[in-house]
């Protein structure tokens, strides 16, 4: 293909590309839409995070859990001790 | 006077609504619905105008939002069915026929861009909405030299898919 050829080739996939859209008209209900996001936007994220939780839940391996609880454990026993000698 | 962020929200949507929308019809694979996506990106700027700073032009940072959430939705959508949201406020009213030859061609064209990398995907989408080298580049993350080099490559490859499919009457 020569360099013509190309940029005529390239010119019409421009064409459809912009054309994509066309085929459908958006129309903003403007009040409708800003009362819809106001009161569902924050369900909606609550549901995704929930989602988002999940996934790391199922996700985490039992190496990190037991980890984690270790860390916990030692966290918490030096707190222990250090309010033991603060008593003191 | 004195604009309101809602306002502000509603004129950025108008003026940017058909870039949206050609971004969520190519990512619009089945079982992925273009409606939905265009909404759950009208959303994501709902919640996120507030913290864009301006550091980038506005219709750049709107692209990154609209490539983002498209991205996520896909890979989320191989894994289950999530919760989609829907919103009455915004209207979809067909204008012209779908099954006209132009929409053929539309529908190799996606295919073909859909076979590329994820990031070359977004490259060309991006070139295609004509946006400067330096504007895809902030949002791929990428160097303006390193699009240049990696547009001269798509456009060839992208044309040979095309050409063979139309060759198959696909």
């Not at chain 1, 995704?48 to 026993?77: G, V, W």
């Not at chain 2, 089945?30 to 939905?36: T, V, Y």
């Not at chain 2, 959303?43 to 609209?66: D, H, P």
């Not at chain 2, 989320?76 to 012209?96: A, P």
């Amino acid at each position: 293909m020569n360099n013509t050829h190309f940029d005529e080739a390239w010119n019409d996939i421009k064409e459809t590309w912009n054309g994509s859209a066309r085929a459908e008209e958006i129309n903003l209900e403007v009040s409708v839409l800003i009362a819809e996001l106001k009161s569902k936007v924050s369900p909606f994220e609550k549901q995704s995070i929930k989602d988002d939780i999940e996934l790391i839940k199922r996700n985490t391996s039992q190496f990190e859990k037991d980890s984690i609880d270790r860390d916990l454990q030692l966290i918490s026993k030096s707190l222990k001790k250090f309010m033991e000698l603060f008593k003191k | 006077m004195i604009e309101t962020e809602e306002e502000k929200f509603i004129q950025i949507i108008q003026v940017h609504k058909a870039k949206i929308a050609r971004i969520c019809k190519a990512y619009a694979i089945q079982p992925l619905d273009p409606q939905d996506l265009f909404q759950e990106v009208v959303c994501e700027i709902w919640k996120s105008l507030a913290s864009f700073k301006g550091k980038s032009e506005l219709g750049t940072w709107i692209y990154r939002v609209a490539l983002n959430v498209c991205y996520r939705a896909h890979h989320k959508n191989k894994i289950k069915n999530q919760q989609t949201i829907h919103l009455e406020g915004v209207k979809f009213e067909i204008s012209s026929p779908q099954e006209s030859p132009d929409e053929m061609k539309y529908l190799i064209l996606r295919e073909c861009i859909t076979k590329l990398e994820e990031v070359d995907r977004s490259i060309i989408m991006l070139y295609l909405e004509e946006l400067p080298y330096k504007n895809i580049a902030d949002i791929v993350g990428l160097s303006a030299n390193n699009i240049a080099v990696r547009v001269k490559r798509i456009k060839p490859k992208l044309l040979e898919c095309i050409v063979s499919k139309q060759g198959k009457g696909e």
